[in-house]
């Protein structure tokens, strides 16, 4: 006799730990529709996700953490279903999100040397060295130039 074995199920809460995302992100995704409505237990008519829900939702994790939109994981969650016919738009979308954390990975360098600067500020302060402390100034004014939030 041989033992089926049944698919197995997650709660939210076992969804939520294993996804990191909060189970009121699971709710909200669904809710939007970047999920499709999941499962409930016949009885207790809690959300039940099965393996193939929790493969979405460990995809949809990884774009929410790139900082991608959610209109735009509903398209790609939505153009996945579409196989080769989607692939273009696929592609777009996330060369569009490569180029926008590239720029926000440029923004993290200036910022980074925007504090070692006021780092090497404050200890030429600390060292009483009036001229560096001038230099480090308008070194730090002039990278202020450069620190704007992506849009």
Same mark, same amino acid.
């Given at each position: 006799?041989?033992?089926?074995?049944?698919?197995?199920?997650?709660?939210?809460?076992?969804?939520?730990?294993?996804?990191?995302?909060?189970?009121?992100?699971?709710?909200?995704?669904?809710?939007?529709?970047?999920?499709?409505?999941?499962?409930?237990?016949?009885?207790?008519?809690?959300?039940?996700?099965?393996?193939?829900?929790?493969?979405?939702?460990?995809?949809?994790?990884?774009?929410?953490?790139?900082?991608?939109?959610?209109?735009?994981?509903?398209?790609?969650?939505?153009?996945?279903?579409?196989?080769?016919?989607?692939?273009?738009?696929?592609?777009?979308?996330?060369e569009e999100?490569?180029? #926008? &954390?590239? @720029?926000? *990975? =440029?923004?993290?360098?200036?910022?980074?040397?925007? !504090? +070692?600067?006021?780092?090497?500020?404050?200890?030429?302060?600390?060292?009483?060295?009036?001229t560096e402390?001038? #230099? &480090?100034? @308008?070194? *730090? =004014?002039?990278?202020?130039?450069?620190?704007?939030? !992506? +849009?």
């Open positions: 006799m041989t033992a089926t074995s049944s698919p197995h199920t997650y709660t939210i809460k076992e969804a939520a730990a294993l996804t990191g995302l909060p189970a009121s992100t699971l709710r909200y995704y669904e809710s939007v529709g970047v999920i499709a409505p999941v499962g409930r237990g016949e009885t207790s008519m809690h959300r039940v996700y099965t393996d193939g829900d929790m493969n979405l939702l460990v995809g949809v994790a990884c774009l929410a953490a790139t900082g991608m939109s959610v209109s735009d994981m509903r398209r790609y969650v939505a153009n996945g279903a579409l196989g080769a016919a989607a692939a273009d738009e696929q592609i777009q979308l996330l999100r490569a180029e #926008r &954390l590239a @720029a926000e *990975a =440029r923004l993290i360098k200036i910022r980074q040397q925007y !504090v +070692k600067i006021k780092i090497e500020f404050w200890r030429a302060t600390a060292a009483g060295d009036d402390v001038a #230099r &480090l100034t @308008a070194a *730090a =004014r002039d990278l202020a130039q450069k620190i704007k939030p !992506v +849009k």
